[in-house]
């Protein structure tokens, strides 16, 4: 299991031996290089992982890596024991074990405590000086300096040490040294909508698949909050560094089960290397955080080198950032209109679609400043704006129309946003069937009161309301049983091979027959050709939105789409027919 086992107290610590870590072994490395304890690890299936010098002193030939416990202590195999010995490897409160009396004679007990790989054990014999359970406490005391309490990784405290002792010891043809800053994306929403107790969980899951993907050379360290970072050295670069990245983001693409409920976390990761990206520890952190940056940026989800140009692309998101917070009072905010399609040919209404008019960079997309405006508590004010705005676009159209507005997670948890809906649709007049609500499943991670109740409220005052994106999170069909969905937004992601992908084609239709067994309809988004567009129609989708149908329109040119849609859409419809 673990077969790079050592034994540390006789070994010297240089700091290309001593230092690289070797797998499972950050855990304990400094209990075993500083303890003059008969101290040892085990692993899951009982084998010796770790031990300090003096197990092997007194038990001489048996303390082998991958000896079996009972191998060193017998006594484990006696039913008098042993049952207390696996309560505790089975995750118990720490025990002491009275042994039977080793051969010199001297009583002696095992304190025996759980490990995040198995069991650690403590052997104590009478004898002068510190108490049995002083040294008990010295050993775990210096454990707790050194590691996070929640993940069982190294510390913060920990990983400045280390990396300030690596990038020390660069120089001359030394091999680099590879920071990788490893953060959760959407870790946050975790903790919001299901709870702190499930962000600790998901945090110490997190770091099981960081640690299970190290190997020789590679120490993790939890930093921060959900910020983790791996050191690796010795080891050829950049090749080694990119490698164990790519493990890293595959290590999170299967979802963390958390009290039940899937949770898709991916993780988002920053390298630099030592000496060429800084020659200390805090400049090789920067440099890692600012590739990180990029990577966040660049989709999440994946990992990013430092490059210099990268410090550009952070001086422009603070320039975004600052300006931002302008954006609005200077009118620079505008929407855009999407037309919603029922087959075979009328336009329903429109999705109204937010974009910056930024006076320099020119025109920004929402999955670009909306993230900022988030973050820096600006989405309520925005939100409130578009909200109006469009409802006053809709006045303007037939009344037959309806107008879909988007909802970020902010609004809809602000505790406020049934009150503004309300003010907002008096103070324009619409009726509140024109107006529908898109959400996406993040903010309804958990089930609470307050989240049906503000879905109710909304649904009472006559408002429709649809589940934006579906399927690309968590899907979670009880969503559809306890929340009043009147539509339900399959992501593009399943429409854009829609007429190639035999499994698109079943999950769409699985997905379309659920929703109308439950009375929703189901609207497919990003419908881009008109093989698309037929299949959905063929299979009774209700409503097509996508730039095959018509792509976001200005204020202007929405009356214009309106005036001319039916001829327009069934000339499109046409088309498609023709190349059936
Ligand atoms: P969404 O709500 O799923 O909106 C649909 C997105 O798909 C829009 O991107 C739209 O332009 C794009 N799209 C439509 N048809 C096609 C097609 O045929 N092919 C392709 N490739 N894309 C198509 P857009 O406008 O960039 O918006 C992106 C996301 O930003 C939206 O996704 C929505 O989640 C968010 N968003 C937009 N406006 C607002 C807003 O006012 N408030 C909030 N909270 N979020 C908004
Ligand atoms: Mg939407
Ligand atoms: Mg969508």
Redesign the pocket.
Known sequence: MYPEATGVGTESEGPSSGDAPRPGEPLFADLLAYTTEILSFYDRDFCLTHYAAKLKGVYGGAVVPGAAVWEIYPSFLDAKYRDEFLRVFHGGSPASIDLPPSPDESPRSAFVFATANGVGIIESRERDGRSVVEEQEHVILLHQATHDVLTGLQNRRRFGDRLQRAMAALGGSKPKTALLQIDLDDFKAVNDTLGHGAGDTLLQLAAGRIRDALQDGESAYRYAGDEFAVIQLGKEQPAEAERLAGSLVDAFKNPFVINGIPVFVGSSIGIAFGPEHGTDGEQLMKAADIALYAAKTDGRGCARTFNRSMLLLLEQRENLRRSLRTALARGELY??Y?PLIRPPSSVIGF?????WRHPEVGII???VF?PIAEADGL?DD??RW?LEEACRQAMRWPSSLTVA????PA?FLSGSLTDTVAQIIDAVGIDADRLEL?I?ETVLLEQTIDNIDTLNTLNVLGIRISL??FGTYYSSLSYLKNFPFDTL?I??YFIADLDTDLKSQTIVRSIMNLAHGLGINVTA????TSAQARWLIKENCDCL????LG??LGVEAVSDFIRRSPLRVVRAMERSNRAL
């Open positions: 929407l855009e999407q999705e109204a679609l937010l974009r997309p929402p999955n909306i989405m925005i939100g578009v507005v988007n909802l970020s609004q898109e996406t934006d994106d937004k992501d593009q988004e990003g419908v881009e939105q996508g730039n095959f792509r976001p």
